[in-house]
Every structure is written in structure tokens, then in C-alpha cells.
């Protein structure tokens, strides 16, 4: 029963030949999983996410999804944390430029490496400097249990095992005046560094829509900050037939930090959002 029960998923039921992948798993320590858009993902199965990624064949479906609806091909997308690329890769397949930020070294031989597998890397720059509020360099903190999350470096400071200097940039030097449709955030509690280093850009209305996680309950100093600039704030849940977004001060269910959709053109986004099913488990092929 639990078995039917795991495999009761859109990213089974949506795409079956996952399955199959998955039930063919290996113990390798690394391996190369192919995502339904076409650009395959080197992933550690010791690392959460990875191990996520290689069982099911996508990361945070309903995420992707609304970013797949929400991202037009005449796009600007930055994907400041964007760890091994998934949701780089994502983006590539959706928009004409991809700029992803990923500060970690300890990363950079997967981000690097996927990025060249990929038939669309020529529109995705790696920027191996850190967003954050100012230029100059702050330190990368590697909590103890990192080998098991690649996902919880930050800049903000704690307890750690492992520490890096790293370059830090502004992404109002980083926009320099264009339009951005998508900026995924995902940067461990250093979101509100990152919005007032474009503070520039949000300003002048420049930023479309904003992803990001938020550990705690809305309202926080992220969301105040972007609702002060003209945005509102969706939550993003997954259903069988689709995505949903949920009104601000609800939680979405299903992850330990939700994630939200902030946009300077709900309806926009309503309409997009309104169409059942899930178009970004579609074949490499017919995704584009």
C-alpha cells in the first residue's frame, strides 16, 4: 500500500517512464538523471535534494511548474542559489538568458559540469560570486550536516564545519537597468540581503516575479519588503491536477520552508495559472 501510495505522484502518474528509473537505481555515489525538459542533472545521492531529484526525476514539482508557466521566452531569469541547476536548467529551456549565482566551490564541478551537458547552455551564465546587499566579499558558511543538504550553505553566520571567503555583488550592478522576469531566491535566510542589494530595480519595477523560501510565518521583513515595492504574495501548493496559488498568510503545504510567489502582475498570473495538468513533465522534446 505505501508503495501504490509513492508512486500515487503527478511525477509518476505524468510520467511513468520515472518509474522505471527509479526502480532501476543504483548505489552509486553520482549519478546523471535526465529531467523531462531535457537537460540532465549530475546529482549526489548522499545529498537530499540529489537523491530527491534521481527518485522522482524533479525537485519541488509545483515550484517548477508555476516557474515554467510564469517564465516567457523574451526573459531575463536569475537563479541566485541555484546549487547544483535544476531550476537554471528549467529556466534555460524556458527563456533566452539565464543568469545563475552559485558561490559554493564545493558545487561548482556539478553546476559547471550540467551546464555543458545542456543543448541550451549558451543561454546560461555561472556567476560564482554571492548576491547580497553589498560588493566586496563576506564568508560561506558550511553547516555540520552540508554532505547530507548541499543546499544549507549561507552567508549567514552560525555554527560550521567548513568556511569559504567569497566575492559578494549587488544584483543592481548585476540588472544594470533590464528587465528581469524571473528571480528564484534561494540563499538560507540571506533573501533580504540579496532584495536590498536590487533595491534599485525593485524600485524602478524592473523585477517581474519572485520565488522565494521563507521559514517563517508571512508577514516577514522579506515579504513586507517586496509588498512595499508593489508586489503580491501567492503561496504555491501542489494537487493532483496542477499547481494552485494559495492567498497570502496561508501556508503551502508539503515543504519545512514554503516557498512563494511574489508578482508585480497577478493577473498575469492567474491566467497562466489557470490550466490544469503539467506542462513542464512533457518530453525534452515537445517542452521545446
Known amino acids: 500500500m505505501r508503495a501504490l501510495e509513492r508512486l500515487s505522484k503527478p511525477q509518476y502518474i505524468y510520467r511513468p517512464s520515472q518509474i522505471l528509473r527509479r526502480m532501476r537505481l543504483g548505489d552509486e555515489a553520482e549519478i546523471v538523471v535526465p529531467t523531462p525538459w531535457g537537460c540532465p542533472l549530475l546529482v549526489a545521492q548522499e545529498d537530499t535534494i540529489g537523491a530527491g531529484i534521481a527518485r522522482m ?121 533590464r528587465r528581469v522576469g524571473i528571480l528564484k531566491l534561494d540563499v538560507e535566510g540571506h533573501e533580504l540581503s540579496v532584495l536590498q542589494g536590487a533595491g534599485g530595480s525593485l524600485r524602478d519595477g524592473l523585477i517581474r516575479d519572485v520565488f522565494f523560501e521563507d521559514h517563517r510565518p508571512l508577514p516577514t521583513a522579506v515579504s513586507s519588503l517586496l509588498e512595499a515595492n508593489g508586489f503580491a504574495i501567492n503561496g504555491i501548493e501542489e494537487r493532483l491536477s496542477g499547481p494552485v496559488l494559495t492567498p497570502e498568510g496561508h501556508v503551502p503545504e508539503g515543504w519545512d520552508a514554503p516557498t512563494y510567489l511574489a508578482t508585480r502582475d497577478p493577473e498575469r498570473a492567474a491566467r497562466l495559472m489557470g490550466r490544469r495538468g503539467w506542462m513542464c513533465l512533457r518530453s525534452a522534446r515537445r517542452a521545446g
Open 57 to 177: 526525476g524533479v525537485h519541488e514539482l509545483a515550484v517548477s511548474e508555476t516557474m515554467w508557466r510564469l517564465a516567457d521566452p523574451e526573459d531575463l531569469a536569475l537563479d541566485v542559489g541555484a546549487n547544483v541547476g535544476y531550476f537554471a536548467g528549467l529556466l534555460a529551456r524556458r527563456v533566452s538568458e539565464v543568469i545563475a549565482f552559485e558561490p559554493n566551490p564545493q558545487l561548482y564541478r556539478f553546476i559547471a559540469g550540467n551546464i555543458e551537458r545542456w543543448d541550451v547552455a549558451d543561454r546560461v551564465t555561472l556567476d560564482t560570486r554571492a548576491a547580497s546587499d553589498s560588493d566586496g566579499t563576506a564568508v560561506l558558511h558550511l553547516p555540520a550536516d552540508f554532505e547530507s543538504n548541499y543546499g544549507i550553505a549561507t552567508l549567514e553566520p552560525g555554527a560550521d564545519t567548513i568556511s569559504h571567503e567569497v566575492p559578494t555583488v549587488r544584483l543592481d550592478e548585476v540588472i544594470a537597468g
